[in-house]
């Protein structure tokens, strides 16, 4: 009997060339002299952690996040990805995705991605709008996002994501309707859609206290969505989680098998991962730990041969169970009954019961007796379902 485990494995990658007004993710800019030192620190970091989890583990997917992972030069991307195939054995179907910028980015660097194992792309588009683009500081026009995808094509890319944002300040719904046309017009195998979130600590929320940007408005966001779903629809698109929409894959034509990302169906299906890099987090054995954020400090441990974990958590069972119910709501087949009693050993409505009757009264959540889901209306008010399912 096979006693093979399925891992996924996440590396963040924290440079940029600017930083974006709006981003609230661990990146830095102007950090380029940490390239060299920090691709030794990654390195190092995979093989310790191959080396702690002592075989019996193959990865079934791999992301390469950020940050853009592809503003680190090629052969220090190609370095890591060959460290990886040292330490870890993959499975034949193995998912590798990058992120990536429709700025600076050629096809000679795709096509050394794409021969370093790289599988699948992901570039952030964001907006088919160069006022919406400039005034989210991003450096790509609209026409650079064709070409970066006609590039991708030629380096050999089949499967290829288009990260959209919508609920932008001043966005209007005939902008998003255009961003949304012209995405659908490059034909990606995956579109994923945020609505803009408005955090501490980035300059975006200074712009907007001092009045130099609008607030988005949320009932135009939500109209924004609800034209997404019927858009997307009409396209040939599947929309499987909140914000994910894909193509059936080629071999079957039907909507059952889509192009989704693997990756990231680790995280919906509650299911092991291991991230590696500055600010990492990792959900593994129980419990959920992340790795310090300042990619300094964190080549200078690795350096030392410290541990780089910054803090974790322990999940117990109440936690695990409700953050598998959320999770699994987040996709559109929503959480079979069947898999949380294999998982847990109780059934869903001995633990559940009572608030996803309460949630399917107030025409948030389908129940057809096998599985439970998050109606159109619920995926608008997700979190009022999600906060009454926490212990
Ligand atoms: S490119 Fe992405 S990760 Fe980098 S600063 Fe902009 S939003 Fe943040």
Redesign the pocket.
Same mark, same amino acid.
């Given at each position: 009997m096979s006693t093979e485990k399925r891992l996924s494995l996440y590396l963040h990658i924290p440079?940029?060339?600017?930083?974006?007004g709006?981003?609230?993710?661990n990146?830095y &800019?102007g950090l380029e002299r940490l390239f060299e030192p920090f691709t030794a620190a990654l390195r190092a970091e995979v093989a310790n952690t191959a080396q702690r989890l002592a075989g019996g583990w193959t990865l079934g997917t791999i992301f390469l996040g950020?940050?853009?992972p592809t503003?680190l030069p090629l052969t220090h991307l190609a370095s890591i990805m060959r460290s990886l195939r040292e330490q870890f054995r993959g499975t034949d179907d193995i998912e590798i995705t990058s992120?990536s910028?429709p700025s600076h980015i050629s096809e000679g660097y795709l096509a050394g991605l794409r021969e370093a194992g790289v599988n699948r792309i992901s570039f952030?588009a964001?907006a088919f709008d160069e006022g919406l683009l400039k005034m989210?500081?991003? &450096?790509h026009s609209a026409a650079q996002i064709g070409e970066a995808v006609r590039q991708a094509r030629r380096a050999g890319f089949a499967n290829l994501n288009l990260d959209l944002m919508y609920g932008l300040p001043a966005q209007t719904l005939a902008q998003w309707s255009n961003s949304l046309d012209a995405a659908i017009a490059l034909a990606p195998e995956h579109l994923s859609l945020y609505a803009l979130t408005i955090d501490e600590g980035t300059a975006f929320i200074k712009r907007v206290q001092k009045g130099l940007l609008p607030e988005p408005d949320p009932d135009l966001a939500a109209d924004m969505y609800l034209l997404a779903v019927e858009r997307l629809a009409g396209a040939g698109f599947h929309q499987y989680e909140i914000s994910n929409w894909a193509r059936p894959a080629p071999s079957t034509g039907s909507g059952l098998a889509l192009l989704a990302s693997r990756h990231n169906l680790t995280y919906w299906l509650n299911e092991p991962y291991i991230g590696l890099g500055p600010g990492a987090h990792s959900y593994f054995a129980g419990r959920r730990f992340w790795n310090l954020l300042a990619p300094q400090v964190y080549i200078e441990k690795m350096r030392r041969g410290e541990s780089v974990v910054a803090d974790g958590e322990t999940i117990g069972p109440s936690l695990e169970q409700a953050e598998t119910v959320i999770l699994g709501l987040r996709l559109n087949e929503g959480l079979a009954r069947d898999r949380f009693y294999r998982r847990f050993g109780v059934p869903l409505d001995e633990v559940f019961g009572a608030t996803l009757r309460q949630c399917a009264g107030w025409g948030l959540v389908a129940d057809d007796g096998e599985r439970v889901c998050l109606t159109t209306r619920g995926r608008l008010l997700s979190n009022e379902v999600f906060q009454r399912l926490l212990p």
């Open positions: 440079f940029c060339s600017t930083r974006c709006y981003c609230h993710f990146t &800019e950020g940050g853009t503003h992120e910028n952030g964001q989210l500081d991003r &450096e």
